[in-house]
């Protein structure tokens, strides 16, 4: 359940990130700082998970 999680947040902030870059292109400057701020929400979590995940394991 941990690993399953932790690839869950990662596989967003990659989609956030290409979403971000499609905004980009498009010329959408504010649905790309958004898409960015999404990404960055969700590499945080995927650290987090990371962080429970290594305690779950020294436990």
Not at 20 to 29: H, L, P, Q, V, W
Not at 36 to 52: I, K, P, Y
Request: hydrophobic fraction near 40%.
């Amino acid at each position: 359940m941990k690993a399953a999680l932790y690839d869950v947040t990662m596989r967003n902030a990659d989609r956030y990130d290409a979403l971000a870059r499609s905004a980009e292109r498009t010329g959408d400057d504010e649905l790309a700082g958004f898409f960015r701020r999404m990404r960055d929400d969700n590499r945080r979590s995927a650290q987090e998970a990371r962080r429970l995940l290594a305690q779950r394991i020294a436990e």
